[in-house]
């Protein structure tokens, strides 16, 4: 099993950057791919990026392709997502999600074992 703990979020105005963490721990956290999620009020949770074990592959969501960069660091059990050029309707919660095996590119919500509680970033405009 693996716990996730999400860190990072914030007020922060359009244009501007934020950096989300999310640290593992639990064993073998290399072996999970993980991903990050958002839910905004209202709405359903939706994908948003993903990465394999190795951190070499990654995928994205296309509302945010181009903007935000999710990474990890495995000797630290972490994973990141950098968001530049934030959007008021970026604003949601953002949930970190990890399932066992190396597939990188699930993005339904229920592909996805271990949740962390989520952090808020709310964008102003």
């Known amino acids: 099993q693996v716990q996730l703990v999400e860190s990072g979020g914030g007020l922060v105005q359009a244009g501007g950057s934020l950096r989300l963490s999310c640290a593992a721990s639990g064993r073998a956290f290399i072996s999970y791919a993980t991903a990050w999620f958002r839910q905004a009020p209202g709405k359903e949770r939706e994908f948003v990026a993903a990465?394999?074990?190795?951190?070499?592959?990654?995928s994205y969501a296309d509302s945010v392709k181009g903007r935000f960069t999710i990474s990890r660091d495995n000797a630290k059990n972490t994973v990141y997502l950098q968001m530049n050029t934030v959007k008021p309707e970026d604003t949601a919660v953002y949930f970190c999600a990890a399932r066992q095996g190396t597939s990188w590119k699930a993005r339904a919500t229920n592909e996805y074992a271990y949740w962390g509680q989520g952090t808020q970033v709310t964008v102003s405009s």
């Open positions: 990465i394999s074990t190795s951190g070499i592959n990654t």
